[in-house]
């Protein structure tokens, strides 16, 4: 069994800083991409942030430059330190993870997500 837990968000003020984490355990063979998804709302689930397995890594444009997603290849985890945060970032933010579990297959794993709120 696989398992993605985040940890990390809360409440902060616009400008500020906070950071997410996520971390994959269980019967793991591999992990390929890894990714952070939002959900505002009443929006759509968008991709905010992805790192491949060689650390290429793509950006939603409006959070370029202010958030930085990394991985840790030997504790499977993936983390997206937040800077700038503004009341627009606030979302339900979910962990994404492409993994070959012992099954033999590989298929997508979603973490149970975690709440950013920017406000005054």
């Known amino acids: 069994q696989v398992q993605l837990v985040e940890s990390g968000g809360g409440l902060m003020q616009p400008g500020g800083s906070l950071g997410l984490s996520c971390a994959a355990s269980?019967?793991?063979?591999?992990?390929?991409?890894m990714a952070w998804y939002r959900r505002a709302p009443g929006g759509r689930r968008e991709l905010v942030a992805r790192i491949t397995h060689a650390g290429s890594t793509t950006y939603l444009d409006s959070v370029k430059v202010r958030f930085t997603v990394t991985r840790n290849h030997a504790a499977k985890t993936v983390s997206l330190p937040t800077n700038s945060l503004k009341p627009e970032d606030t979302a339900t933010y979910s962990c994404?993870?492409?993994?070959?579990?012992?099954?033999?297959?590989?298929?997508?794993?979603w973490g149970q997500g975690a709440q950013v709120t920017v406000a005054s």
């Open positions: 269980g019967d793991i063979i591999a992990v390929n991409d």
């Open positions: 994404n993870a492409n993994i070959r579990a012992t099954t033999g297959t590989w298929r997508d794993y």
